[in-house]
């Protein structure tokens, strides 16, 4: 709960700085706002009363937080350049990611609904406004509305669920309903499955599942690409590892009723992922279809739940460091064309970015040695004795992620004499060296 107070001053210090015009000020407050904030959780210094431990930070979870504070804090790095193009506005920007981020850390830490909820409308609410923060583009308001709308819708599915669920058990702890469904599975009335079909709808359109995909694309295109990192690194991940904490430790007792609907979004996912990106001509689009895919193959752990949680969590350092890299080039390459043409030739003339490029390229479609493969084993190995049709399907629709990224790393590599030559920050080269050895040794994170 300590971590969540220092980022939430930090976020406070960070939006009063703002007056300032110090793009820099602001964000070392922000990035040591975090920093302290990890270090306090993970040694357990904590300076509030008992009563006020309103979250659940053990051994499983502390490393989701460690892993979202980390994206974070590179994301506000790689969005420097955007800072300081927009200085009167850096202190609201920074501060509204880090009020996101206090509430995806209650998501990622909550012991009952009414905790869930309030994490997921912070988390939630600060997204609506960043995704509109391109004041002059059309297309960033229509991302922010229909953002905002359909959020809204989902949110009003999420509390008619918890509403359903409360209603037949008594109870917001998630520990207290799931030994409930166990305990009485066979006496549960149907106004607590629909409860749990309402939920389920929810959180498959807050992780831009099937068949609540359709705003993925139109509003990640429309989002300044800094706040697109954000939203599809480190809130795809809280999103995903609170729908597995939420269905694997509420609703085990009826998980034949759920797991069913989970391997059908799933399986229709994957393919309208893949085989929509492979027609893309954009680079925004095509990192949308293929969080969609990501987040279908992330989803697998959810069925795996007594597996533990090392697998979602390889996996997501691999895809989150993947994006923030191939975000990162984009933004360096050209930052409002977004065509995937303008690639063309830049790692060929740039070798930092054509190696770190390359590597992301390759970790997210799972080839080996990368912390992507890694992560995609670990999680088809456990899905696979249970959901062997399933895993074949994924494996399939890998094999035609490889053939997209492959197309688009034969493009970086091109050699191409009008190509750019970039001439990169500190900030830039440590946001790429950072994530080029997260991609080669990330998956290390299980001997800490």
Not at 22 to 51: C, D, R
Not at 167 to 175: A, H, Q, R, S
Not at 403 to 410: V, W
């Given at each position: 709960m300590e971590a969540i107070v220092i980022i939430f001053i930090s976020a406070l210090i960070?939006?009063?700085?703002?007056?300032?015009?110090?793009?820099?000020?602001?964000?070392?407050?922000?990035?040591?706002?975090?920093?302290?904030?990890?270090?306090?959780?993970?040694?357990?210094?904590?300076?509030?009363?008992?009563?006020?431990?309103?979250?659940?930070?053990?051994d499983s979870n502390i490393q989701f937080l460690n892993l979202a504070v980390t994206l974070t804090g590179i994301i506000i790095l790689s969005g420097y350049k955007h800072f300081m193009d927009e200085p009167a506005t850096i202190g609201d920007f920074s501060a509204l990611m880090l009020f996101s981020l206090s509430g995806g850390l209650c998501l990622i830490g909550f012991k009952d609904l009414f905790m869930f909820f309030l994490g997921l409308e912070i988390l939630s609410i600060p997204l609506y406004v960043l995704a509109g923060s391109k004041k002059k583009s059309a297309s960033s308001s229509e991302a922010a509305l229909k953002y905002f709308y359909l959020g809204s819708f989902a949110t009003?599915?999420?509390?008619?669920?918890?509403?359903?669920?409360?209603?037949?058990?008594?109870?917001?702890?998630?520990?207290?309903?799931?030994f409930i469904s166990m305990l009485f599975t066979d006496q549960l009335p149907s106004m607590f499955f629909v409860g749990v079909l309402f939920m389920l709808a929810a959180m498959l359109f807050k992780v831009g599942a099937f068949p609540f995909h359709f705003w993925v694309a139109d509003v990640y295109q429309g989002s300044p690409s800094v706040f697109m990192t954000y939203m599809s690194s480190v809130v795809k991940l809280i999103g995903i590892y609170a729908f597995y904490r939420l269905f694997g430790m509420m609703f085990p007792g009826v998980e034949t009723f759920w797991t069913t609907l989970i391997v059908i979004a799933i399986f229709v996912s994957m393919f309208i992922g893949n085989l929509s990106a492979l027609n893309q001509d954009t680079f925004k689009r095509l990192m949308a279809f293929s969080s969609i895919t990501n987040g279908a193959y992330a989803l697998m752990t959810v069925l795996t739940y007594k597996s533990g949680s090392d697998a979602l969590l390889v996996y997501m350092v691999g895809y989150g460091f993947s994006v923030v890299a191939l975000m990162t080039i984009s933004m360096l390459v050209n930052d409002n064309d977004d065509k995937l043409s303008s690639l063309s030739g830049i790692g060929y003339k740039n070798p930092l970015i054509g190696v770190v490029g390359i590597v992301a390229l390759l970790s997210v479609a799972g080839i080996p040695p990368?912390?992507?493969?890694?992560?995609?084993?670990?999680?088809?190995?456990?899905?696979?004795?249970?959901?062997?049709?399933?895993?074949?399907?994924?494996?399939?629709?890998?094999?035609?992620?490889?053939?997209?990224?492959?197309?688009?790393?034969?493009?970086?590599?091109?050699?191409?004499?009008?190509?750019?030559?970039?001439?990169?920050?500190?900030?830039?080269q440590l946001v790429l060296s950072i994530s080029l050895l997260a991609l080669l040794f990330g998956w290390t994170i299980l001997y800490f």
């Open positions: 960070s939006l009063f700085l703002g007056i300032l015009k110090k793009p820099t000020l602001v964000m070392v407050v922000s990035i040591a706002g975090l920093a302290i904030g990890a270090i306090v959780q993970n040694y357990e210094w904590y300076f509030l009363n008992e009563k006020y431990q309103l979250l659940d930070f053990n009003a599915l999420l509390l008619f669920g918890i509403a359903l669920v409360y209603g037949t058990v008594g109870t917001f702890n998630i520990e207290k309903i799931g990368m912390t992507g493969f890694f992560g995609k084993a670990m999680v088809f190995y456990q899905a696979f004795e249970e959901n062997m049709w399933l895993v074949s399907f994924a494996l399939l629709n890998s094999a035609i992620g490889v053939y997209i990224y492959l197309k688009i790393t034969m493009t970086l590599m091109k050699k191409d004499d009008n190509a750019a030559v970039i001439s990169l920050n500190w900030s830039q």
